[in-house]
């Protein structure tokens, strides 16, 4: 039984040297390489190429400064402190009585004073 215990010893000591081995050498072989591979269900491809200016759309970002005159129902609700509704009142002000003249007609608009104003004054302009 003594003979057995040395062979035991090196054989467990050459597989662990073999393993540790293995890994490291293989770990550094792929150092840097990396590969997706997507599904062809998931890839997607552009149809047309669009030559016009883009609609506005859900996911378009809204850009600033926005024409009071012009905006739409999305991009009142982008403006710090207007939500929906008082989105609808602007544009219902709008409707009724032409375009704004001056940003401070705004507050003409129920739900809008001095304060809503000032916070979005740096996010608005009037167009011509």
Not at 55 to 68: C, Q, R
Not at 82 to 106: D, H, K, M, S, T
């Amino acid at each position: 039984m003594k003979k057995q215990t040395p062979l035991l010893f090196l054989l467990i000591t050459v597989l662990f040297v073999g393993l540790t081995l293995g890994f490291f050498l293989g770990r550094n072989s792929l150092r840097g390489a990396v590969t997706v591979s997507v599904p062809p269900q998931m890839q997607t491809y552009p149809t047309s190429v669009e030559t016009t200016a883009p609609a506005l759309t859900e996911t378009a970002p809204v850009v600033f400064p926005i024409d009071i005159n012009q905006a739409q129902l999305r991009e009142f609700q982008a403006l710090p402190g207007i939500g929906e509704v008082l989105a609808q009142r602007i544009l219902a002000y709008r409707e009724e009585n032409g375009p704004f003249r001056a940003a401070e007609e705004l507050m003409n608009v129920e739900g809008i004073g001095e304060k809503r104003l000032e916070a979005i004054l740096d996010y608005i302009t009037i167009g011509e």
